[in-house]
């Protein structure tokens, strides 16, 4: 995550974003990477669940998505990712009920809830930086205790929500080829069904 650092360590610190940006521009270029990343990633939570509520099955073989448009409305209009987190919880504890998926997206949800708290910190630190750390851009908290971030700490959680993408639109499939196997069947899944054509 980031470095532990003796505050005693510092004589002073300058919690000016121009200093920040000076210094250490790679680490401030790397907090842009993981706004974008972070934007693509709650993209891609609103698209898992309307395109699970929205799965038509086509043939014996095929799938489509089409997002339901009540979801995605839902999910565009509600303010905080951990309230988007909390509304997919809530559909797919009951819609994945009895199935193995829904450890799959218990696991999911954790990790997405422990992304949007570290891409918070990140978003909201007012940033220093310091001539006796000079490799670090600081996260000084209220409590007096000091955390260094370089670069590979920014691109590591950059990696991590790009991941998540990933595992997100994984699991969005997951499902859709449980509903078309038929080892997934519940009252709140109830897929279109179309014919080969």
Not at 104 to 117: F, K, N, S
Not at 183 to 197: A, E, G, N, R, V
């Amino acid at each position: 995550m980031s470095d532990s650092i003796d505050p005693a360590q510092l004589k002073s610190y300058s919690p000016n974003a121009k200093w920040a940006q000076s210094h250490r521009p790679e680490c401030v270029s790397a907090i842009g990477l993981i706004l974008l990343a972070w934007n693509r990633t709650e993209e891609q939570l609103a698209w898992t669940i309307s395109g699970i509520m929205g799965i038509t099955l086509i043939g014996d073989e095929g799938i489509g998505h089409s997002s339901d448009w009540i979801i995605a409305t839902v999910m565009a209009e509600t303010g905080t990712v951990h309230a988007r987190i909390k509304i997919v919880d809530a559909i797919l504890k009951k819609a994945l009920e009895g199935h193995p998926l829904r450890d799959t997206w218990a696991t999911i949800r954790q990790r997405l809830r422990q992304l949007a708290d570290r891409r918070n910190v990140v978003v909201h630190t007012s940033w220093a930086w310091s001539e006796e750390q000079p490799g670090y851009l600081l996260q000084i908290e209220r409590d007096g205790k000091v955390w260094g971030w370089n670069e590979r700490h920014f691109f590591n959680l950059f990696d991590d929500i790009k991941s998540m993408e990933e595992e997100l639109h994984a699991f969005m499939i997951a499902v859709a080829d449980e509903l078309r196997a038929g080892t997934l069947t519940s009252p709140y899944l109830t897929p279109k069904k179309i014919p080969q054509f």
